[in-house]
């Protein structure tokens, strides 16, 4: 927890820093740690590109939120990449985190990973309807397989993908979600 804390007190002494690129898998992060990291990664101000690897570390709900508070000050982001696999982030987990990330004005790319998460149906809906504000975006690579976002979620996801008019590139990964026959049809009336 601390770590992180050391972490981005270091990183944040780079003021002129565009690219970030940091893996933290499997560290014991948690909840505590993110808060760390999101407030230290937000005084990185010239960022143009963010991947940020931090699968299996327990950051939950709280973790999350904490994470991406500071996004809203990322004006020069045009790339995200957030792999966040098997952190037990739940539909609030999803909520805050495309809140936070429908702040950057500026997305072009974004990457989430959220494999192996608590996301459901619910969480869909709020990821689609998170999507759908991110009005600069053009690729979107969206992993939210085993999560069990059934037919409806689906649904609320591709209500949200639609929306974003200026996308060119979409890579999405929803295997083990128990989308059903329907959520096969709202996948291809979504695509088409």
Do not use: H, P, Q
Request: proline share 0%.
């Amino acid at each position: 927890m601390n770590g992180s804390k050391y972490l981005v007190e270091g990183i944040a002494k780079c003021v002129t820093l565009t690219s970030l690129y940091l893996s933290l898998r499997n560290n014991s992060i948690g909840e505590n740690g993110a808060k760390y990291l999101g407030e230290g990664i937000a005084k990185c101000i010239t960022l143009t590109s963010l991947n940020l690897n931090l699968t299996y570390n327990s950051i939950g709900e709280n973790g999350t939120k904490y994470l991406v508070e500071g996004f809203a000050i990322f004006t020069t982001v045009t790339d995200l990449n957030l792999n966040l696999w098997s952190n037990s982030i739940d539909e609030n987990g999803a909520k805050y985190l495309v809140e936070g990330i429908a702040k950057c004005a500026t997305l072009t790319s974004l990457n989430l990973g959220l494999r192996e998460d608590s996301i459901r149906e619910n969480g869909a809906k709020y990821l689609g309807e998170g999507i759908a504000k991110c009005v600069t975006l053009s690729s979107l690579d969206l992993n939210l397989s085993e999560n069990s976002i059934g037919e409806n979620g689906t649904k609320y996801l591709f209500e949200g993908i639609v929306n974003c008019v200026t996308l060119i590139s979409l890579n999405l990964n929803i295997w083990d979600n128990s989308i059903g026959e329907n959520g096969a049809k709202y996948l291809g009336e979504g695509i088409g």
